[in-house]
């Protein structure tokens, strides 16, 4: 028989994504290691990026999202899972965690040759006055689900208050239970890792299902009354609702880790070098918890995403059980997707905004188009942001939004910034070209056109149309598009694309142009056109569609 | 007034998809260029890839695919487009092109500074007995869809000769239209670019939906009567037909240019560098009759498809009129995809068939996995085969069959061959997952874990079930489903993944094992706890879904 004494003992403080993980590789890679997997919580290796879902009733089963349990991580993967216990401290000179058992009370040590710290994130709840009352709930566990699955029966009004990720993904499953929803979100946009015209498509779906969304606002204080619960918004309005989300973020749960004097970052985040690896050698870290690289930049990123918890701890465990064959981990993109109602965004990479923040050079196209070929029935449109470093074309994020496809081209280009593909690429890149499935040239290729036509000086692009009456406004949409959708502006020229090369004498040769058009892609022409005849000319880009929406013939329809 | 003369004589032989793009590319890089566009047949700028969804219906305005016409294109683009118009002869000593209007008859001469061939190809149509019956069509233009739509109407069984792309999207649409089809091919496959067992899924649509498909069989001659078509097939079957579509492949139109003496492939394509130059520095060629280099490896690849047609013609004009910004064409690498019916398979890059007949040193894995996380409501199966080489864990390739999502998972693997990125990239791809569109871990992902796996020794994965009675053969599936679909071997053991560790006695440590199971994960997982108890061990790649299709309880299920 073999050897049966444990190789190495890996305890891991934290039973979700990143733990769970780390655990099941760990016992891949070594059937003899003792494996403990301390869980505060009462379940483990769950999934949580479906708890809305369940909420709303799209996922039925609430089995469903118990990935595993404690009976068969031991069945499969010989592991010892102890949900409701909780690491309350790390006595790291003896190597050894303090264990404290929730139900029972009783508390232990357990030693470790090397142990995991995965203890996810918690969310936000800023200290208001009436924050307190039971009816404001927050959502990341199990439990946490069923608390606002049953508190959601009996309420007429919902207020989920941030309209990220997970506010968007629940206001839209209270409005599927049949609520009233207010959605309320600081910023002047919804999804804020978004630049804000990428959000628009978003925020009209919202509005079009009936959600009172209020940008730029926020909670100042809630009032209790017998049957309500009455939110005070910054902006004056008082609003009366029955049960309030909030999602306004999360922050890393590392208490523990800091009484034990592991390093943090200002944001609190758990530091940890290219292999997860804390200041302390034997301390590994993975999921919402650290701080890691940003793949892009290398510069310091710390992202609560499932994806990259899921892989940090994987690597983890081959770290520790098989380090000659380990390669550095990579860093993060922050890759991330939401669907709301019909439509869906997201980005990955940098965006506009955090490039703006950060002083880093950037340039930027949006492009509009359909998801598959357009003679083919059932096309439907989407619109995608690209940025890139000025200085060698290199992608540095994305971002799209549309009724399809928008998951497929968000993963082409996450793909090419691990590849650091430039536009150059984007513009060349050979993709699956069936009429279901594709253009000839795709949206993505489109984009490493508009950005390398940007880049050698074939169009300049601006992002609005000029105040400035001597600047000639030159619309060349067909004439009854202008008429039944005008600009906003009284002194647009309508010349449609076809006619303007017998018309340029319409236009004042000695004042600038500016073209406009649905799309992006008849301004670009028509500057074309105008440039080689000595006007001075730039094109709007993105087209009406991504700047006037609510004003645009091109406005995505609605199926 | 700026000068109007013409700054350059651009003639472009040929006006569908390569011929087209370079006239509008052309065109807005220079409003002074002079444009001619020859196009032998009626039509040009059509979508071809749309044509055989015309005949079937699903694409119900034949304007749809006309995407310009010569009036469009001059008032747009101010191009000089002639459709019917054959260059029948190149004088390169003294820059012109010998042009006869088909309609009129009458040859002039054309001169020109740059001239691009985009002459695309010609159905392949053997020298068959019987071959010349006008029952028996191609599908290539316009006017081959137009014949077949007409001829459909009245044949109540259609034969469909090539089951590759085309034919297989043409057998669907007779379908479609009520119609008894039988598809025969010579390979002992459908999709012959594919490897066979990434095939199965389509074969097995095709026959669901009552195709008659034979494989491993060819026409040899064709006998008509009155009302019927008589097929003689090599197998010795006979098979009685009213309508015949031959769509065996293509061959590059290049007579004109052999004719001019440009250089030719052995196959008859036209050899360019890597500007798409011909060795004429004047001539250019661009589209399906040329052979540019594989993107994977740089030896000469010619691949008849409308996305790199596409881009060619664009880079032909950018390479003409703005030579300092125009890199290299890159290459290309043959991504392909084809729906039918329900399902949908395609690829990128080498396959195991194609390295194998080049020599070149390959290792594959193929995973199985759904489309989105799995307890999200709607996952659909789909199945994912990578190559990559020993020498460096670069991807070399990929196939990828399935209910959903298909397209984007080989849009993201062709970025990943674009950017030469390598397993250990693939396992760490960052992808967008919100549990309508993806997984915390993709099969990209899953993929590269088993890539990885593999390479590291973690696992020793065979292709098949071993003959040889000495070697234990064990099936770690859940007894009900082992009795319902048991393995086609009548000395199987089973015992579930679970129960593995204490039922280690049950098997024969002298002897070798190979593990089985569904879809090749547990069968890995339990290779993994024999490897480490002592066991010499393999494990079945890919699960009985890639081996045993027919029989196994993870058939993909049809919606």
Same mark, same amino acid.
């Given at each position: 028989?073999?050897?049966?004494?444990?190789?190495?003992?890996?305890?891991?403080?934290?039973?979700?994504?990143?733990?769970?993980?780390?655990?099941?590789?760990?016992?891949?890679?070594?059937?003899?290691?003792?494996?403990?997997?301390?869980?505060?919580?009462?379940?483990?290796?769950?999934? @949580?990026?479906?708890?809305?879902?369940? !909420?709303?009733?799209?996922?039925?089963?609430?089995?469903?999202?118990?990935?595993?349990?404690?009976?068969?991580?031991?069945?499969?993967?010989?592991? %010892?899972? /102890?949900?409701?216990?909780?690491?309350?401290?790390?006595?790291?000179? =003896?190597?050894?965690?303090?264990?404290?058992?929730?139900?029972?009370?009783?508390?232990? #040590?357990?030693?470790?040759?090397?142990?995991?710290?995965?203890?996810?994130?918690?969310?936000?709840?800023?200290?208001?006055?009436?924050?307190? %009352?039971?009816?404001?709930?927050?959502?990341?566990?199990?439990?946490?689900?069923?608390?606002?699955?049953?508190?959601?029966?009996?309420?007429?009004?919902?207020?989920?208050?941030?309209?990220?990720?997970?506010?968007?993904?629940?206001?839209?499953?209270?409005?599927?239970?049949?609520? @009233?929803?207010?959605?309320?979100?600081?910023?002047?946009?919804?999804?804020?890792?978004?630049?804000?015209?990428?959000?628009?498509?978003?925020?009209?779906?919202?509005?079009?299902?009936?959600?009172?969304?209020?940008?730029?606002?926020?909670? +100042?204080?809630?009032?209790?009354?017998?049957?309500?619960? +009455?939110?005070?918004?910054?902006?004056?309005?008082?609003?009366?609702?029955?049960?309030?989300?909030?999602?306004?973020?999360?922050?890393?749960?590392?208490?523990?880790?800091?009484?034990?004097?592991?390093?943090?970052?200002?944001?609190?985040?758990?530091? +940890?070098?290219?292999?997860?690896?804390? =200041?302390?050698?034997?301390?590994?870290?993975?999921?919402?918890?650290?701080?890691?690289?940003?793949?892009?930049?290398?510069?310091?990123?710390?992202?609560?995403?499932?994806?990259?918890? @899921?892989?940090?701890?994987?690597?983890?465990?081959?770290?520790?059980?098989?380090?000659?064959?380990?390669?550095?981990?990579?860093?993060?993109?922050?890759?991330?997707?939401?669907?709301?109602?019909?439509?869906?965004?997201?980005?990955?990479? #940098?965006?506009?905004?955090?490039?703006?923040?950060?002083?880093?050079?950037?340039?930027?196209?949006?492009? @509009?188009?359909?998801?598959?070929?357009?003679?083919?029935?059932?096309?439907?449109?989407?619109?995608?942001?690209?940025? #890139?470093?000025?200085?060698?074309?290199?992608?540095?994020?994305?971002?799209?939004?549309?009724?399809?496809?928008?998951?497929?081209?968000?993963?082409?280009?996450?793909?090419?910034?691990?590849?650091?593909?430039?536009?150059? %690429?984007?513009?060349?890149?050979?993709?699956?070209?069936?009429?279901?499935?594709?253009?000839?040239?795709?949206?993505?290729?489109?984009?490493?056109?508009?950005?390398?036509?940007?880049?050698?000086?074939?169009?300049?692009? +601006?992002?609005?149309?000029?105040?400035?009456?001597?600047?000639? !406004?030159?619309?060349?949409?067909?004439?009854?598009?202008?008429?039944?959708?005008?600009?906003?502006?009284?002194?647009?020229?309508?010349?449609?694309?076809?006619?303007?090369?017998?018309?340029?004498?319409?236009?004042?040769?000695?004042?600038?142009?500016?073209?406009?058009?649905?799309?992006?892609?008849?301004?670009?022409?028509?500057?074309?056109?105008?440039?080689?005849?000595?006007?001075?000319?730039?094109?709007?880009?993105?087209?009406? /569609?991504?700047?006037?929406?609510?004003?645009?013939?091109?406005?995505?329809?609605?199926?």
């Amino acid at each position: 028989m073999p050897n049966t004494a444990p190789s190495l003992r890996f305890v891991i403080v934290g039973g979700v994504a990143a733990g769970a993980s780390a655990a099941a590789r760990a016992r891949r890679l070594d059937e003899r290691a003792s494996i403990a997997v301390l869980e505060r919580g009462p379940d483990v290796s769950f999934a @949580n990026c479906g708890l809305p879902y369940f !909420i709303g009733g799209e996922i039925r089963q609430r089995d469903a999202l118990s990935v595993q349990t404690p009976q068969t991580l031991k069945a499969l993967l010989n592991l %010892d899972v /102890r949900p409701s216990t909780e690491a309350v401290a790390i006595d790291r000179p =003896n190597h050894r965690v303090q264990v404290r058992d929730l139900a029972g009370g009783t508390t232990s #040590w357990m030693p470790y040759d090397r142990l995991l710290l995965a203890p996810g994130a918690v969310p936000v709840r800023p200290s208001l006055p009436g924050i307190d %009352d039971p009816r404001i709930l927050t959502l990341r566990s199990l439990g946490d689900m069923d608390r606002i699955k049953a508190a959601a029966t009996s309420a007429a009004h919902v207020t989920v208050v941030g309209a990220g990720f997970i506010g968007l993904e629940m206001a839209e499953q209270l409005v599927r239970l049949g609520k @009233n929803v207010t959605l309320i979100e600081l910023a002047d946009q919804v999804l804020p890792p978004l630049d804000r015209p990428m959000t628009q498509l978003i925020a009209d779906e919202l509005r079009r299902h009936r959600i009172d969304l209020r940008l730029s606002d926020r909670v +100042v204080s809630f009032a209790a009354t017998a049957d309500t619960l +009455v939110c005070h918004l910054a902006s004056g309005t008082t609003l009366s609702t029955q049960l309030v989300i909030l999602a306004i973020g999360v922050r890393p749960d590392t208490a523990l880790a800091r009484a034990a004097g592991l390093a943090l970052s200002e944001r609190g985040h758990l530091r +940890v070098n290219d292999h997860l690896q804390t =200041n302390d050698p034997h301390i590994y870290a993975a999921g919402d918890a650290i701080e890691t690289t940003d793949l892009v930049t290398g510069t310091p990123s710390a992202v609560a995403l499932g994806g990259p918890a @899921n892989r940090q701890g994987r690597h983890v465990a081959d770290r520790i059980f098989r380090p000659a064959h380990t390669p550095p981990f990579p860093g993060v993109l922050g890759t991330a997707i939401v669907r709301v109602f019909n439509v869906a965004a997201g980005l990955t990479g #940098w965006s506009e905004k955090r490039l703006r923040a950060a002083g880093r050079p950037f340039r930027t196209v949006t492009v @509009n188009d359909n998801h598959h070929a357009g003679y083919f029935p059932g096309a439907k449109p989407l619109q995608l942001k690209l940025l #890139w470093d000025p200085a060698d074309g290199r992608v540095l994020g994305a971002q799209v939004s549309g009724l399809a496809g928008v998951d497929k081209r968000l993963d082409v280009l996450a793909t090419a910034l691990t590849g650091r593909l430039t536009i150059d %690429d984007l513009a060349q890149l050979e993709l699956a070209y069936a009429p279901p499935f594709g253009a000839a040239k795709d949206i993505v290729n489109l984009a490493g056109f508009a950005a390398c036509n940007a880049r050698d000086g074939l169009v300049t692009l +601006v992002d609005a149309l000029p105040a400035d009456p001597a600047v000639q !406004i030159l619309d060349v949409r067909p004439p009854p598009l202008v008429q039944s959708h005008p600009l906003p502006v009284p002194h647009a020229l309508n010349i449609p694309l076809g006619a303007l090369r017998g018309r340029l004498g319409e236009l004042d040769r000695a004042r600038p142009v500016v073209t406009v058009c649905a799309l992006g892609k008849s301004a670009y022409f028509a500057a074309r056109i105008l440039a080689q005849n000595g006007f001075q000319v730039t094109a709007l880009a993105g087209g009406i /569609r991504a700047h006037f929406d609510p004003l645009s013939p091109a406005k995505l329809p609605v199926p």
